[in-house]
């Protein structure tokens, strides 16, 4: 019994740090209201900061100190290629290298339909079970999750605790011998093409005891999606599939070289409408056919930062040429943008698109990821605003006659608008 005039403090609750996409507050102010009054303390951004260092400082302290890291993730998270969001996932997932395999910090929600096999997270939110929380609102799962949370049991011991739940139902069975990695061959003397083939057969050894550590849900994840590549790769001779490349005789790639190189559209916009016009008085002996923007394609000339020459060459030679290659092998339906987009943002190509009328969107730019600037092409379908097909390129090795032929044979077909 405490004595008379002991006092007590209040046992800390959980922390959970909330972190979402600007345009899912909504969502997020629901899921913190119910975490709130479940009794967690949640850190969430309640008013729009201005930024800056302070405020870097300040987000960076609650992700390294709060209990749990819970990201939202959605349709809006998938389509922005940047955010701060992704700056707070990062530094969580730092955060966990510190930490047990078995202990928990991730709490990942998607509020819509959001694929968690092929969503645009770090990997380590692939490893943990996600909760579904459609626009926000509370579950019965959530609700439990925070009760476990609350009830203060180990996070580390979870993991522990199903493990000893399942060791009734399989007493009297042999267990599995646990998967050891192969030991790395040695080199004999006069045996160095044996040498090679053990380190092949050793790495396709380890790779696959590697894979199988790995949960069974999230492999079975992974062999569905090898299933469906397998799948679509054997639909694709289908009339809806991309078109085939057509042959480009090598007049008419040298012709479109010339043009390449005289094209400098990130910096003077008034050679947009030259390309156009100089490819149909080229290639079809028309002045207006390819000046048009109203088409079942649409293409939007690439984006380039302005203070490197070299990087706004590679954007508009191989926009240059893509855009000559296409005009010949779907002549008449491959629109024209007048000028650039501002940034490299789905949302804006496909706007571009609603307003000429398109099916589809061409569209791309330089850009730094991930600490490295690349060139990235992507077709956005306008109705739906999906992404049909999307590649980076490394700026370093890039080739624009290379990259040209290989974008155009994933287009869409253009038989119907």
Request: glycine share 8%; proline share 8%; net charge neutral.
């Amino acid at each position: 019994m405490p004595s008379a005039g002991e006092t007590h403090n209040p046992p800390l609750r959980p922390s959970v740090f909330l972190s979402y996409a600007s345009e899912d507050r909504p969502a997020a102010s629901l899921i913190r209201d119910a975490l709130a009054a479940a009794g967690l303390e949640v850190w969430f951004d309640e008013e729009v900061l201005a930024g800056g260092d302070a405020w870097d400082r300040k987000i960076r302290r609650q992700i390294r100190d709060c209990d749990y890291f819970m990201p939202v993730i959605s349709a809006q998270t998938e389509g922005r290629h940047e955010g701060y969001f992704r700056r707070e996932w990062r530094l969580a997932v730092e955060r966990t290298l510190d930490m047990a395999d078995d202990h928990t910090f991730l709490l990942p929600v998607a509020i819509d339909a959001t694929d968690q096999a092929s969503a645009r997270v770090p990997e380590k939110f692939l490893a943990v079970q996600w909760l579904k929380l459609p626009g926000g609102q509370p579950t019965p799962a959530l609700e439990a999750l925070c009760s476990r949370l609350i009830a203060g049991e180990p996070t580390e011991m979870l993991g522990a605790h199903r493990r000893t739940r399942a060791r009734p139902r399989s007493e009297g069975r042999p267990q599995p011998a646990p998967r050891v990695s192969p030991a790395f061959p040695t080199e004999e003397p006069g045996q160095r093409v044996k040498f090679w083939f053990g380190v092949a057969g050793w790495a396709l050894r380890s790779a696959w005891v590697f894979f199988q550590r790995f949960p069974r849900w999230f492999r079975l994840i992974i062999y569905v999606w090898i299933a469906f590549l397998a799948l679509s790769r054997g639909c694709s001779r289908g009339p809806r599939q991309p078109e085939a490349t057509p042959t480009i005789s090598p007049e008419t790639a040298e012709k479109l070289k010339a043009i390449a190189g005289t094209y400098q559209g990130t910096s003077n916009k008034g050679d947009i409408a030259k390309l156009g016009l100089g490819i149909a008085r080229e290639f079809s002996g028309d002045a207006s056919e390819n000046a048009k923007e109203t088409s079942p394609l649409l293409a939007i000339p690439f984006l380039a930062p302005a203070d490197s020459p070299a990087d706004a060459k590679l954007a508009d030679s191989t926009f240059a040429l893509l855009y000559g290659r296409i005009s010949i092998s779907h002549q008449g339906r491959v629109g024209l943008s007048k000028e650039p987009l501002p940034s490299l943002d789905v949302g804006g190509a496909v706007a571009r698109g609603r307003e000429s009328h398109s099916s589809y969107v061409l569209y791309g730019g330089i850009e730094d990821r991930g600490g490295a600037r690349v060139l990235t092409v992507d077709v956005v379908a306008v109705p739906d605003g999906s992404v049909v097909w999307s590649k980076s390129y490394p700026v370093a090795n890039a080739d624009p006659a290379a990259i040209a032929p290989e974008v155009e044979s994933r287009l869409p077909s253009l038989d119907e608008k």
